[in-house]
T-cell receptor, first 108, second 115 residues
Framework: GESVGLHLPTLSVQEGDNSIINCAYSNSASDYFIWYKQESGKGPQFIIDIRSNMDKRQGQRVTVLLNKTVKHLSLQIAATQPGDSAVYFCAESGMLTFGGGTRLMVKP | GAVVSQHPSRVICKSGTSVKIECRSLDFQATTMFWYRQFPKQSLMLMATSNEGSKATYEQGVEKDKFLINHASLTLSTLTVTSAHPEDSSFYIC???????????FGSGTQLSVL
C-alpha cells in the first residue's frame, strides 16, 4: 500500500480531561489494529492493539474501541496528562498503512 | 517488550556522500522490516518493505537506486542513502515485524541533514 504524508490535525485537551482520538480505516478485511504514540523526534511506540473479534479493549488509562460496521477505531485516554502529548497513529493489520494521525496537546 | 535499535540517531553529511542507517531487532527475529521517512508535522510515509534474503519492495515514487536496502539476516536491515542531496534531509524510521506475531516495533529514528 502507498502511504501519503499528511498534515496532522490537532486535538487540544485540558490536563485531567479524557481524550478521544479517532481513526477511520478502509479495508473491511483488516482483522488487527494497533495504536501508536509518537513523541517529537522519536519513533512510534506501541500503545494498544485489538483484533476484529473484539469491539473493546482496555489497557492502563487507555481504551480502544472498534466499530467494524462503520470501519472506525477510537483511542480513549483517561485523565490525560502532559506526558500524553504526542502524535497518535492507528495502523491496520497489514502494518503498511497508517491513519494520518492526530497531534494531542495537553494544556496544564 | 521487543526492542528495535536504529543507528545513528542523527547524521549530518555533505551533499554527494552516502549514508548508511542500521536497524536491528534485538530480542526477536524479524522476517520483514519496513523503512519510512517523515517530514515535520506529517505522518509516516512508507518507502519500502524489506524481507530477509530477498529484494526489497519499494513504494511508488521511491528510487531503489537512491535508497539501497539490504536485509541480510533476521535481525538486521540497512538503508543506504546514496549520493545524498539536501532534499533527502528527513527523519527516517525503521520498523520490524516479529515473526511470532503480527506486532510491529519501531526504531527510534534517524535525523538526516544533508548540507
Amino acid at each position: 500500500g502507498e502511504s501519503v504524508g499528511l498534515h496532522l490535525p490537532t486535538l487540544s485537551v485540558q490536563e485531567g480531561d479524557n481524550s478521544i482520538i479517532n481513526c477511520a480505516y478502509s479495508n473491511s478485511a483488516s482483522d488487527y489494529f494497533i495504536w501508536y504514540k509518537q513523541e517529537s523526534g522519536k519513533g512510534p511506540q506501541f500503545i494498544i492493539d485489538i483484533r476484529s473479534n473484539m469491539d473493546k479493549r482496555q489497557g492502563q488509562r487507555v481504551t480502544v474501541l472498534l466499530n467494524k460496521t462503520v470501519k472506525h477505531l477510537s483511542l480513549q485516554i483517561a485523565a490525560t496528562q502532559p506526558g500524553d502529548s504526542a502524535v497518535y497513529f492507528c495502523a491496520e493489520s497489514g502494518m503498511l498503512t497508517f491513519g494520518g494521525g492526530t497531534r494531542l496537546m495537553v494544556k496544564p | 517488550g521487543a526492542v528495535v535499535s536504529q543507528h545513528p540517531s542523527r547524521v549530518i553529511c555533505k551533499s554527494g556522500t552516502s549514508v548508511k542507517i542500521e536497524c536491528r531487532s534485538l530480542d526477536f527475529q524479524a522476517t520483514t522490516m519496513f523503512w519510512y521517512r517523515q517530514f515535520p508535522k506529517q505522518s509516516l510515509m512508507l518507502m519500502a518493505t524489506s524481507n530477509e534474503g530477498s529484494k526489497a519492495t519499494y513504494e511508488q515514487g521511491v528510487e531503489k537506486d537512491k535508497f539501497l536496502i539490504n536485509h541480510a539476516s533476521l535481525t538486521l536491515s540497512t538503508l543506504t542513502v546514496t549520493s545524498a542531496h539536501p532534499e533527502d534531509s528527513s527523519f527516517y524510521i525503521c520498523s520490524a515485524r516479529d515473526r511470532e506475531d503480527e506486532k510491529l516495533f519501531f526504531g527510534s529514528g534517524t535525523q538526516l541533514s544533508v548540507l
